[in-house]
């Protein structure tokens, strides 16, 4: 396979790049294990029967198998080669972007790591099991265990696809690559800036630092270089440096304006010579609660948020080209939206860069749904430390991007009033505390939508696919008298034998709707055999009656001053669910100039800078 064949070859992590790294997307061996036997009967030192075009998972068309049955486990297998320019003295790193959902990884037959999650991002040193050598055997065995509560996201527990679930993803769906770094080496910096103060504060952490050794990061314009701070290995866990921004070189991240600094880290030894250097880049904008309001930088802007599911038909959760990452944030830009709620989904990497660069709000959300389109839950709660420990990779990971201004742990979850099993608690405390411990820059939503069960949840929100917009108007109209509309099992259908879903009371907190509209709607051209699709309500007689619809919910929510911004369902159709804004291939279905001069419409939010007051 030549370098212009390899699919998804761009490096996977835009925000911190080194010159020495290598893709091992491509072409590898690949065979289904159903029975998950494969180790009993020797998988691991065969030849595979298969091949599979990584990093698209073999449910998909793009991976050359196209299977969509359950995959209890699935092996790879391919030769790799350290370039003979990577110094010998180095660590070599496997970088895993994304295994759905339990991997185990061996190099020549012998085992280097496993890692849990299909939505977080792992990293092994196989330096030690290359013992020198510069070739060797790599093999990864991905199990999916069907009947096991795990966060899944969209992805259907049953065999087809059925209303919003869809189909599954198994084993590698994001690069794999290698890297080679120092013995003494940078990891991940953090990277926080704060607006008020214009200043960066970095952690800027060594693996097998010595003391004496430096952490320098120098920040940059175009005009040069703006401010630098060193500090000094071995005095903290974490060296911590300082950035300080002149006045005259201030300039705020923002959607009409999304300013990026580079930013140089370098670890440097007692002699000043350079040992590891990461080149980044960084925003400098701040979030911050104010009564009801959410300001960005001090100011109320009003979020004018999409649903996007990130699925392509050709390669489900993997986007065919990184190219397709930066079409869906212009196809939402150009409907009139400045942001986007990921839902039920971890982005990669590279999408996180681009809506960095283009100025795109999002909220970050896990992948938390597992048991039938549920998350933990009832008699499934057993798997909160799974549930958890995954969630902290994934903030850990994507921390230093501007663009996300919010976290989402996890997506209707239900409480039920008087129920007994009350571990629900557990699990929502858990995630919502662990999120604020790592991050106390962004605000954190306990849930969205149905059960708010922490007191302190910064954010409050709610879900609702009402129809006609003069009952939305009514039921959204609570939040003047501090009444916000709140799932119950009455007004969303979905509660366990009656019984009503059950949040904390309201206590002041900034408030949106976080989920409206999905008007289902299929072009008169596309109807043809569409006897399967869905959306929400009744499907509207014409096309004027979906704009109607649009327009009407829409200025319920942004003609309120006291509500922060909203986020409308959805922005592609995705297999059966045919409510997004655009089809499923992205083309078309609407007339955009409409379509954007709805979302784009002025909100009373930000012309009432006083907000609640």
């Known amino acids: 396979m030549t370098v212009q ?55 998909s068309e793009l991976s050359g198998i196209g299977d969509t049955d359950f995959h209890e486990a699935v092996w790879y297998r391919r030769r790799i080669a350290v370039p003979e320019d990577w110094p010998a003295g180095d660590r070599v790193l496997l970088h895993c972007q994304a295994i759905d959902h339990d991997a185990t990884v061996w190099l020549d037959g012998v085992e280097v790591g496993r890692h849990r999650g299909g939505h977080s991002s792992f990293t092994l040193d196989v330096t030690s099991a290359l013992d020198g050598r510069r ?22 527990t049953w065999f087809g696809n059925t209303h919003c679930n869809y189909t599954r993803t198994t084993g590698i769906w994001q690069s794999v690559w290698l890297e080679s770094v120092p013995t003494s080496h940078l990891v991940r910096p953090r990277i926080t800036p704060d607006a008020g103060r214009a200043t960066f504060d970095l952690d800027a952490a060594v693996a097998h630092g010595r003391p004496g050794q430096r952490v320098r990061a120098v920040l940059s314009d175009g005009d040069g270089e703006v401010a630098r701070d060193e500090a000094v290995v071995g005095m903290t866990m974490v060296p911590s440096l300082r950035l300080v921004l002149p006045q005259d070189r201030r300039r705020l991240w923002c959607p009409e304006d999304p300013h990026l600094y580079d930013l140089e880290f370098t670890l440097l030894g007692e002699d000043g010579t350079v040992i590891d250097s990461l080149a980044s880049y960084a925003g400098l904008r701040s979030v911050s609660i104010d009564g009801q309001r959410i300001l960005l930088n001090g100011e109320p802007v009003f979020q004018r948020l999409v649903l996007d599911q990130q699925y392509w038909p050709d390669g489900l959760m993997t986007a065919p080209s990184d190219a ?17 709620r ?29 048991a039938s389109g549920q998350g933990p839950a009832g008699h499934n709660q057993g798997q909160t430390p799974t549930f958890v420990a995954q969630w902290v990779e994934v903030v850990e990971r994507d921390y230093s991007h501007p663009s996300i201004i919010g976290w989402c ?22 995630m919502y505390w662990a999120t604020k411990g790592m991050d106390r820059t962004r605000p954190v939503i306990d849930a ?22 003069v009952e939305f108007g009514k039921k959204m109209s609570g939040l003047e008298r501090g009444e916000p509309f709140a799932n119950t099992g009455e007004n969303t259908g979905s509660a366990a034998d009656g019984a009503p879903t059950y949040s904390l009371p309201y206590a002041g907190q900034p408030y949106f709707c976080s989920e409206y509209g999905g008007v289902w709607w ?9 006897d399967n699709s869905w959306g929400y309500g009744q499907r509207p007689a014409t096309e004027d009656e979906v704009y109607a619809r649009m327009e009407g919910l829409t200025r319920v929510l942004d003609q309120n001053p006291l509500m922060f911004g909203y986020c ?5 159709d995705v297999f059966q669910e045919k409510n997004g804004i655009y089809a499923f291939d992205r083309s078309e279905k609407f007339d955009m100039e409409r379509v954007r001069a709805n979302f784009a419409h002025p909100a009373s939010y930000e012309s009432h800078p006083a907000g609640a007051e």
């Open 409 to 430: 742990p996890l997506n209707e979850t239900h409480q039920y009033l008087h129920d007994r099993f009350t571990v629900l608690d557990d699990v929502t405390a858990a």
């Open 568 to 572: 409308y369902t959805q922005l592609t």
């Open 448 to 469: 969205s939508g149905y059960s708010h069960r922490v007191a302190a949840t910064d954010v409050w929100d709610s879900h609702d696919y009402e129809q006609d917009p």
């Open 324 to 340: 397709a990452l930066v079409r869906d944030i212009e196809l939402g830009l150009a409907a009139g939206f400045n942001g986007a």
């Open 522 to 530: 299929v072009p008169e051209a596309a109807r043809e055999g569409d």
């Open 5 to 59: 064949q390899i699919p998804r070859a761009e490096h996977p992590r835009p925000q911190f790049l080194r010159d020495r790294w290598l893709t091992l997307n491509g072409v590898w061996e690949f065979e289904r294990d159903p029975g998950d036997s494969g180790l009993e009967r020797g998988l691991l030192a065969r030849t595979l029967r298969d091949e599979i075009l990584v990093p698209f998972a073999p449910e």
């Open 135 to 156: 070739e060797a055997d790599l093999v990864i065995r991905a199990r999916d265990p069907r009947h096991e509560v795990l966060p899944r996201g969209k992805q259907a």
């Open 342 to 370: 990921l839902h039920q989904k971890v982005a990669e990497e590279r999408f996180l860069h681009h809506c960095d660069r283009l100025g795109y709000l999002l909220w970050g959300e896990f992948a938390d749904w597992g």
